[in-house]
């Protein structure tokens, strides 16, 4: 069931011995978050962990807290994690029936956890967890600032795009005046291209096919790709927001290949189309301008799929 | 002389008939900030218009406003000009030795006004534009907050570059309450980007020279390029940014032809490497992180006296 903040705030306070757990496939957002909220819960004299299933990428190493010591988990959270598939295989399998709050952003959330605090109007995961976290009066250090900036400037492409709110500059500036190191993790998490990076880039725009007289784009990022240049599934977040940037288009589609043959897809539209109503048709959801959903097998008779229904959408 | 806050808030209130100048090869702080500037005048039942030897570049087009009919200029103010050669040669021949006031945020300033409020730490001269509005009791209409926020995001790199304070994400925050079209305006100058320019972005990448194991890029456009791709001068600013972005580099060096043959070198740097020092040993300036200069004649010689410069800097 869904619960009211200052409900969450008080199951934060009560908890004990807390699993915090992000979803696979991880980003600066649930990162960021559940990293924060584990340092505030220790800054309460609580245990508390974070469970990543792919555990935590080179780019994002720097949010890392030292682990507790092993302790049995009385009490466990999830961070921006709209369904409990998303928590990747071996975490959804341990503790997917298990989540007792669900702090989350997602507009589509299918309610998993027993008790669920949802935002779908906040930009970020971390922005919510900042303010449960000023309600429980936690000092916000360095390094919780820190983290909470890089997952609100994760999910607003630094500010960039349409789900920024004054909430969110607000934050920003507070988390800032607490130390954030607003420059470095930019730099980190914005402003670092590979080589390898650049080289995948310049293929999958190379292949990028246009539709509808330009409206919808199309790029496919294959297994061969990734190999080549030697990247790897979680560095591709920017080449995803490329496929909306080209001029004219309104429906950016990335199919990328997954190492078992299925595609995931990745949509990012334009203001007055509904990334989470296209995907949703498959299974999929997300957000009004950033959704998600996947195919097995065929790539080119998935991508018809897509293609028809995102042609639908723009009529 | 330079003068102080206070101080230029008066000369803004006693202005009458106010010609207002930018810089040559206009961005979005330099239109933004005399635009608002020049509503802000209007609304206080002043004459003003702006004055850019280039005229607005498409992408900047949503930030002009109508023109004030024919007036004789009785007060001059430039904004975000850190150099009079920087007004551009028409202006400069003009209005170059008549500016009453510059308002600006350039460490390196040479002052050419008869009066300077210069704030070096700003991120944006739109900022310092915001507050001397704000003191002289302007409505903040959504028209100026469009135009303040563009200028702010433009300087900021959408609030990602190490520039960003807590104060500029209030005053960001303060435009978005005020209505700014933050989306819309991002959209425009950040997430659009022409399949020529995507090209462009190819050629030059494919042609970056690394120096130094890495620590140093060096990218060249040429005419020749820029002709192919149908891209102007004044759109390649995501591709000066890109040379820093490279993983490793610590100075990123672009060469870019001019229409007469000449090159306009600009440098972008990381955190300890300081781009303003390294232009100022060829007769530019600029910022720490982003400064520029210019040559005559051979590209090879002045990028080997470039790579020269930046190598001792690294050392």
């Known amino acids: 069931m ?40 220790r800054q309460r004299g609580k245990r508390a962990r974070v469970l990543c299933a792919d555990g935590v990428p080179e780019r994002y190493a720097f949010l890392e807290i030292p682990p507790e010591d092993d302790f049995t988990e009385r009490y466990i959270i999830s961070v921006d994690v709209a369904d409990r598939t998303l928590l990747g295989k071996a975490v959804e399998e341990s503790y997917g029936d298990r989540v007792d709050l669900a702090i989350d952003h997602h507009g589509m959330l299918r309610l998993f956890a027993r008790e669920s605090y949802v935002e779908p109007d906040s930009a970020s995961a971390c922005e919510i967890v900042y303010l449960l976290l000023l309600s429980m009066n936690t000092r916000i250090t360095k390094d919780i600032a820190d983290r909470l900036y890089a997952g609100v400037s994760t999910d607003t492409g630094c500010f960039c795009y349409s789900n920024v709110t004054a909430r969110t500059h607000r934050i920003a500036a507070d988390l800032l005046d607490r130390g954030a190191d607003v420059a470095g993790i930019n730099v980190l998490m914005f402003e670092t291209k590979k080589p390898g990076f650049l080289q995948l880039e310049q293929q999958v725009l190379q292949g990028m096919q246009l539709f509808e007289n330009g409206r919808i784009s199309l790029l496919t990022i294959t297994r061969a790709m990734l190999e080549e240049t030697g990247c790897r599934d979680e560095e591709i977040d920017p080449i995803v927001a490329l496929s909306r940037q080209v001029e004219g288009v309104r429906i950016g589609i990335t199919f990328k290949e997954r190492p078992d043959g299925s595609w995931k897809v990745s949509v990012r539209t334009h203001e007055g189309v509904d990334a989470a109503q296209l995907c949703a048709q498959f299974g999929g959801g997300g957000h009004k301008r950033a959704a998600g959903c996947q195919f097995d097998g065929d790539k080119d008779a998935a991508a018809q799929r897509m293609l028809q229904a995102a042609r639908l959408l723009l009529d």
């Open 2 to 41: 869904k619960i009211d903040f200052k409900t969450a705030m008080h199951r934060l306070m009560d908890a004990e011995d807390v699993l915090i757990l992000t979803h696979a496939n991880p980003d600066g957002d649930t990162l960021g978050g559940a990293f924060a909220l584990a340092l505030a819960l």
